[in-house]
């Protein structure tokens, strides 16, 4: 097999988790695209760098996750929004794609309760320092064991703990008016 094929064999393998990932770390649909073409091209260009020590995931994991945090900060510098987050979307057949829930229409308001939620949940995430946000996409998203999340990111194994718990209780401080926690 050749070079190219191998290549294209990693791409396929891990291409869903590095968009993923990077679309938790970004918070957009455009941006988490840039950064998996971005891990990519660096994966391809520095293939022979790595050594094994770590697995391949992990390397291309810490690849994507410092990917998306140079593209956050460069972002974050130079604010937009992109206009591919409001375009329809379509199915298969070319209709346009509707919200179902188990093969039955869902309601409009059961549509707008969940929309709602997953938007509070989105910028909860958002609010989280990034020194947070990141071990968090990692370990409880990303369901990265905490050695992994580690290594990836330069930390200890009892720093990600650490930085997931409080993670965790932001999140929590966060969206806790949403169940009726008091503030």
Do not use: K
């Not at 937009?80 to 869902?106: I, K, Q």
């Not at 718990?165 to 009726?180: E, I, K, N, S």
């Amino acid at each position: 097999m050749g070079d190219d094929a191998a290549f294209e064999l990693l791409v396929a393998r891990y291409q869903g988790r590095v968009y993923g990932l990077a679309w938790r770390l970004t918070g957009s649909r455009a941006d988490a695209e840039d950064v998996l073409q971005e891990t990519f091209l660096r994966v391809h260009r520095h293939l022979a760098r790595f050594r094994g020590e770590a697995r391949f995931s992990t390397w291309l994991y810490r690849i994507a996750t410092n990917t998306s945090l140079m593209l956050r900060r460069a972002r974050a510098r130079r604010r937009t929004e992109s206009l591919e987050e409001y375009e329809p979307t379509f199915d298969r057949n070319g209709r346009h794609a509707r919200n179902v829930d188990h093969g039955r229409a869902a309601r409009a308001d059961e549509i707008l309760d969940r929309a709602r939620l997953a938007a509070a949940a989105r910028t909860a995430l958002d609010r989280l320092p990034p020194a947070y946000r990141t071990p968090f996409v990692l370990r409880d998203l990303e369901e990265m064991p905490t050695s992994e999340v580690a290594t990836v990111l330069g930390l200890t194994q009892p720093a990600v703990r650490q930085r997931v718990h409080r993670a965790r209780l932001l999140l929590r401080g966060y969206l806790g008016h949403l169940v009726g926690a008091e503030p």
